[in-house]
């Protein structure tokens, strides 16, 4: 009930071209569905994220689907750029008042953009 | 730079031994959290603190434990260090202690049991 899978593990695509990242996620009560970029040698870091109640949300190149009945989630990157080449993991957590905060990662996808 | 500072970044150490990562979080945080990232199990989250207090716990094992300090500062303890304990421990924070908030993650600490 707690999984998110995320797929495919690894994605290459050429400068300029769309990258999609896919998520499945398997417990409904999920609120809150953020997108994290990891570098080597870094942490992860929040890119964009998404709540269940719009079907999608757009910042810059980057844009997140949200398909509410599927239990999917997806990140389009577009006019992807070689700068662009990390790790990225989708994850789900639950907005409560009291009893803290867990955030739910899927296995990672790493991308390479080739110039 | 996320502004969440984790030591020591690097630490190599013998199996039964025990260990203490260190983390401070951003300025004005008060939960802090800590992960744990291998390649097999990925970025799992072990334990939430908030303002001192343990808010939510996941799959930490019982031979770690952890505790935050009134300066706000946290502190993961690993005792009787297995070669599968051998992961990035990444220590994170954030303004409040619920869900849907900005979680900022440090460099992490690299651990390497041998």
């Known amino acids: 009930q707690q999984q998110v899978k995320q797929s495919p593990q690894s994605l290459i695509v050429q400068k300029g071209g769309i990258s999609i990242i896919n998520c499945a996620y398997e417990n409904t009560a999920f609120d809150y569905f953020p997108w994290y970029q990891q570098f080597p040698g870094k942490g992860p870091a929040l890119l964009i994220a998404i709540r269940p109640d719009v079907s999608e949300k757009k910042e810059g190149r980057f844009t997140i689907s949200f398909n509410k009945s599927a239990k999917q989630f997806s990140l389009h990157i577009m006019d992807s750029q070689p700068g662009d080449s990390a790790t990225y993991f989708c994850a789900a957590s639950l907005i409560r008042e009291t009893s803290g905060s867990r955030l739910t990662f899927g296995e990672g996808t790493q991308l390479t953009v080739n110039p | 730079d996320s502004g969440v500072t984790q030591t020591p970044k690097h630490l190599i150490t013998a199996t039964g031994q025990r260990v203490t990562l260190r983390c401070s979080p951003r300025?004005?945080?008060?939960?802090v959290y800590w992960y744990q990232q291998s390649l097999d199990q990925g970025l799992q989250f072990l334990i939430q603190y908030y303002n001192g207090e343990e808010r939510a716990k996941g799959n930490i094992l019982e031979r770690f434990s952890a505790q935050q300090f009134p300066d706000l500062h946290s502190e993961l303890n690993l005792s009787s260090l297995e070669l599968g304990d051998s992961a990035l421990y990444f220590c994170a924070s954030s303004t409040r202690d619920r869900g849907g908030n900005t979680i900022y993650f440090g460099e992490g600490s690299w651990l390497t049991v041998v």
């Open positions: 300025s004005g945080d008060l939960s």
